[in-house]
């Protein structure tokens, strides 16, 4: 079946640590990739996203996400965490029809 | 970045009256929006497409007669819940998709049907 897998339902990491959260996807033809990030009170903020080209994507606030063909996963990292990155994190896939799947989401939570 | 807003952000009502959620995109034109719902600590889960001018498409399972949608604009699509019951109690939350093909996502609106 087709679906986007976020395997780490929640992770806690201290602040200054590193952070990478995976993405795993299970579709006959590579999706366009996305990283969103949901905060309480605001929407939905796009981190990156993945279409072609470099497997190797920057994103805003510090994120990056690198696709891995031969793996079917499009994890996100961060070098350095900070307090305001406690988040609810969700990978999502698409393709021409813009329609989004979202995995199940990741909460983040970041300790001092 | 482009901006969405929805209205209202939170509604609560009687179970069988209809209640109508607003989203806008604010600073730019979106032919295509997107309705979402998302129940607590899940993800969200696509419910329709809604193109201007044009009947929305619904996702399997969503039922077109219980959420209205119509997209009378350019910047404007609207979801009525019709006859609300208490399992309609979610949070909905709209996008809109630029001529680039990003969406920006409002900041969701809180149904809570009692």
Redesign the interface.
């Known amino acids: 079946a087709q679906s986007v897998t976020q395997p780490d339902i929640h992770i806690t990491v201290s602040e200054g640590a590193s952070l990478e959260l995976r993405c795993n996807y299970s579709y006959g033809a590579t999706p366009y990739l996305f990283w969103?990030v949901q905060s309480p009170?605001?929407?939905?903020?796009?981190l990156l996203k993945y279409f072609s080209g470099d497997t190797l994507v920057q994103g805003i606030k510090g994120f990056e996400a690198e696709f891995k063909r031969s793996q079917s996963s499009f994890n996100l990292r961060k070098p350095s965490v900070h307090w305001s990155d406690a988040a609810e994190y969700?990978c999502a896939v698409a393709f021409n029809?813009?329609?989004?799947?979202?995995?199940?989401?990741t909460t983040v939570t970041v300790r001092a | 970045g482009a901006v969405v807003s929805q209205h209202p952000s939170w509604v609560i009502c009687k179970s069988g009256t209809s209640v109508k959620i607003e989203c806008r995109s604010l600073d730019f034109q979106a032919t295509t929006m997107f309705w979402y719902r998302q129940f607590p600590k899940q993800s969200l889960m696509l419910m329709a497409t809604s193109n201007e001018g044009s009947k929305a498409t619904y996702e399997q399972g969503v039922e077109k007669d219980k959420f209205l949608i119509n997209h009378a604009s350019l910047t404007l699509s609207t979801l009525t819940v019709t006859s609300a019951h208490p399992e309609d109690s979610s949070f909905y939350i709209c996008s809109a998709r630029t001529g680039s093909g990003e969406q920006y996502f409002g900041p969701g609106t809180r149904l809570t049907v009692t």
């Open positions: 969103y009170g605001q929407g939905l903020q796009l969700f029809d813009y329609k989004l799947s979202f995995g199940a989401g």
